[in-house]
């Protein structure tokens, strides 16, 4: 019988770079020219969101979140050496990385014998370890695993995709980040990992190609994509790969890597700051509540509020845009 370890991280990529570029999204939000005038400014912002760009333009916000995250990888980091796992799975989304308009799989497990990214090969800015735009990072697969939790899953009923080697892109940032990160010290990863790509980015991925475009270069409702899979799904293949992790030969950590709602994929809210009402509604999983997350409608997950749904209710700013309340 296997063991099972759960962990949730995030892939937040401006952890990567420096505290001085943490912000640099904003700025690009800022400076897009369709941008109505009076969200310029951090008088049209709310109260939060002014408070933690304070004077310095969010430089001390910035050390802060990036104490925080620090404090929090490294304890995970500790959790997952005390384990002593035989394999990670990682959970994460492809964002038109190693997926795009050939083939994107609601779900596919990626049972690589290796992987050796260059995360800043393409990477302009500074990184906060400062190391070379060539240095490559070596991490070890596991196919046999891969194989083997690939098989049961669909003996389950679960038709996952898998593949043995990459298609378009050697590991997508949100495996790759998470890597990186649970390693922040460099004390190197030596434990083999299985990616397990989940399509969260749905009905944008291939028409936004899943990055932050202007205002005015949104796309349009008729150029949306197919949605991804429904949360119950997302639920249900989650509970069954723990089951079966459990049931296995191998200590299995199964680490989910993601995060809240994103200002940049809320037009709603002018790409500037996310949907904190949607966020709320969606912690009722921290309340026990995992049967109401997992049945949610579709508009939901997505920040948006089905019909006669009062969990989504927020504040409004007067223009009919959600404005969240201060913590």
Known sequence: ???????????????????????????????????????????????????????????????????????????????????????????GDDQYENFREDVIPPFCLLAYEE???????????ANAWNEPHDKVFHYKGHQAAGKYLAGKMIEAGFDVSYAYRPLH?????????????????????????????????????????????????LPAEADFDPPSPLPWRCFDLGAACARIAADSPYRVALVASSSW?????????????????????VRGVAKGRLQDLARAPAERRRGQRPAGDPELDVPDGGDGRARPAAD
């Open 1 to 91: 019988m296997g063991e099972v370890l759960g962990l949730g991280v995030t892939h937040f990529p401006p952890l990567s770079g420096t505290d001085e570029s943490m912000g640099r999204i904003l700025k690009r939000v800022l400076d897009d020219p369709a941008l109505p005038e009076q969200y310029r400014r951090p008088e049209g912002w709310p109260a939060p969101m002014r408070e933690e760009y304070g004077s310095d333009r969010g430089l001390s916000a910035a050390r802060r979140h990036r104490e925080a995250l620090m404090s929090g990888f490294r304890n995970a980091r500790r959790v997952l050496d005390e384990f002593a796992p035989d394999l990670v799975v990682i959970w």
């Open 115 to 125: 992987m050796a990214p260059k995360p800043w090969e393409y990477h302009r800015a």
């Open 169 to 217: 892109h050697p590991l997508g940032h949100a495996f790759l980040n998470t890597l990186l990160f649970m390693d922040y010290d460099r004390q190197g990863f030596p434990y083999p990992v299985l990616p397990f790509q989940v399509n969260c980015y749905g009905r944008r991925v291939i028409a936004q190609q899943a990055g932050v475009r202007s205002l005015s270069e």
């Open 261 to 281: 709602s994103h200002a940049f994929l809320t037009p709603k809210n002018w790409l500037l700051f996310p949907d904190v009402g949607a966020d709320r509604a």
